[in-house]
């Protein structure tokens, strides 16, 4: 052996334990030598996202295998509450225009949420209060409706947890009630009601899943879409109970003219919360959604004599079975979301029995740490006609206005 080659096996000798020298670990863990290379540590951090990902599909599978058990504990909640399938009627509301009927709709994709957004709508200028229209028939609900429940609402049955999960929760496999307390007398004590602002908007009406639609909608009318029920909420809020309301109307499930909702939610909460920021005003937000079931289901009781869409709200509790506390989707509104929900079902079990189905508790966020009054309200069904979901904004009007006006307390 040469010289050079010597010197240079010297110098090779002496890198080698420079590198021992300044590794962050010991080297005598084998699994560290592997990472030491740029090519293993980039699939290693593959490999975790990868799983990550599939972890949540297999929960959104389980949730959509879950949907028609749901719905038949659901039918079973609803029997227990009331001896005949129709709650009894209430007194006559005015009449809106009717809608023509035409072809159903599939069932919607689960609801997601990720941490990350790609693309996602541009505010173009800032979001103003714009006059209603003048309602012809105006809505007849609180003036004539008396409480009547057909549930016993007694602090000693609220007290019991089981009463309350057989007959206002219904809680996701993928979740537990054990995430929140469910403490009925806390939910009800809390303070829910708004002082009211003459000038500035206090409710901000959105979908995340614009595109949702009903058994009978037209295609292309948007008046028949959720976002044509939420105008309809609007203006009742305005007209009938004074209340100053955004209505945004953004499509957030729509990427490249085609319908995609796996970043709905994502795209929606940017939105929101920079209208929230121009809008400091706003203490109500309400991201209106119709549900999906099982085909051949119906979501449908009497009010007024007329066929009325039930109602869900939906609240996420940002905790899964499988993963425990989800830290990046955190929520410090956690109980005030579901106080909220709570005195509006039970506002609703007092005058309106049979008009909710639950509150039905899943593992994700849902966008509700924006407020504390922040609700995603599940209306009808892919299965129901546009009329009768318009017809559940006039008691959904009235119970909102009750608990933000404190009349019950």
């Not at 010991?26 to 560290?32: D, G, I, K, T």
């Not at 290379?37 to 996202?49: L, S, V």
């Not at 905790?319 to 109980?335: A, M, R």
Request: aromatic share 10%.
């Amino acid at each position: 052996m040469t010289k050079f080659q010597k010197g240079f096996c010297v110098i090779l000798c002496l890198c080698f334990f420079l590198v021992l020298a300044v590794m962050p670990e010991p080297f005598s863990r084998l699994e560290n030598i592997y990472r030491q290379f740029p090519i293993y540590r980039f699939a290693e951090q593959k490999a975790r996202d990868t799983y990550l990902e599939a972890d949540w599909r297999t929960e959104e599978k389980l949730i959509e295998e879950n949907a028609e058990y749901v719905g038949q504990l659901l039918e079973s909640t609803q029997a227990q509450q009331t001896k005949e399938p129709q709650v009894t009627e209430f007194p006559q509301m005015t009449k809106e225009p009717q809608v023509t009927e035409f072809p159903q709709m599939t069932k919607e994709p689960q609801v997601t949420e990720f941490p990350q957004m790609t693309e996602k709508p541009q505010i173009t200028e800032k979001l103003q209060v714009t006059e209603p229209p003048q309602m012809t028939d105006s809505p007849q609900v609180a003036e004539t409706v008396q409480p009547h429940p057909v549930i016993d609402l007694s602090p000693e049955k609220l007290a019991d947890k089981n009463y309350l999960l057989e007959h206002f929760f219904v809680v996701d496999a993928a979740t537990t009630a054990e995430a929140a307390s469910l403490n009925a007398a806390e939910y009800l004590a809390k303070d829910m009601t708004l002082k009211p602002e003459k000038d500035q908007p206090q409710i901000l009406i959105y979908h995340s899943h614009s595109q949702e639609t009903f058994a009978d909608s037209r295609t292309g009318e948007e008046a028949d879409t959720v976002v044509g029920v939420g105008d309809y909420l609007t203006e009742i809020l305005e007209q009938k109970y004074g209340y100053q309301v955004i209505h945004v109307r953004e499509h957030f499930d729509v990427i490249g003219g085609e319908i995609d909702r796996s970043r709905a939610y994502d795209f929606a909460r940017e939105y929101v919360e920079k209208v929230l920021e121009e809008n400091p005003t706003v203490q109500v937000l309400i991201d209106l959604h119709r549900d999906g079931v099982p085909e051949g289901k119906r979501l449908v009781t009497k009010i007024g004599g007329r066929d009325t869409a039930q109602i869900m709200f939906y609240n996420g509790l940002s905790y899964t079975v499988n993963q425990g506390k989800i830290s990046y989707l955190p929520n410090p509104y956690i109980e005030e979301n579901l106080a909220f929900s709570f005195q509006l079902e039970y506002t609703a079990a007092e005058y309106y029995p049979g008009f909710y189905r639950c509150i039905y508790l899943a593992g994700l966020r849902y966008n509700l740490h924006l407020r504390p009054r922040a609700l995603l309200v599940e209306a009808g069904a892919q299965t129901n006609t546009v009329q009768e979901v318009k017809n559940a904004m006039e008691p959904l009007g009235d119970i909102l206005n009750r608990v933000l006006k404190g009349s019950d307390k």
